[in-house]
C-alpha cells in the first residue's frame, strides 16, 4: 500500500505590513483596530503564530468604550523577525 505524503507549504517571512503588525504589539497591547486584528490573524493562518502570541484583551472595558478584537503581544521569534527585516533593510 503507497503512502500519501502530504505537500508542506512553503512558510514565507513575515511581510512588511505583518512587521509593522509585531511592532505594534512589541510590547503587548489590546487591538483595536480591524486592519490589525486581520494581519495579526493572518499571521497565524499562513503559520506564523509563533511569532504572536492572541489572547484575551487586556484590561477591562466598559460599553461605552470601543471594545478590542483581541489582546495580542509579540514573542521572542517576532522580535527576531523584526530584528532580521531591519537589518535586511539596512543591508539592502
Same mark, same amino acid.
Given at each position: 500500500m503507497a +503512502?500519501?505524503?502530504?505537500?508542506?507549504?512553503?512558510?514565507t517571512p513575515p +511581510?512588511?505590513?505583518?512587521?509593522?503588525?509585531?511592532?505594534? @504589539? %512589541?510590547h503587548g497591547g489590546d487591538v483595536l483596530?480591524? =486592519?490589525?486584528? %486581520? +494581519?495579526?490573524r493572518g499571521l497565524q493562518k499562513r503559520g506564523l503564530g509563533?511569532? @504572536?502570541d492572541i =489572547?484575551? %484583551? #487586556?484590561? #477591562?472595558?466598559? =460599553?461605552?468604550?470601543q471594545l478590542p478584537y483581541f489582546g495580542a503581544i509579540t514573542t521572542v521569534k517576532g522580535l527576531k523577525a523584526?530584528?532580521?527585516s531591519s537589518k535586511a533593510v539596512n543591508n539592502g
Open positions: +503512502t500519501k505524503t502530504k505537500k508542506r507549504k512553503k512558510i +511581510t512588511r505590513k505583518e512587521i509593522e503588525a509585531l511592532k505594534a @504589539v %512589541r483596530d480591524y =486592519g490589525m486584528a %486581520r +494581519t495579526l509563533d511569532l @504572536v =489572547g484575551p %484583551r #487586556e484590561e #477591562e472595558y466598559n =460599553g461605552r468604550e523584526i530584528r532580521a
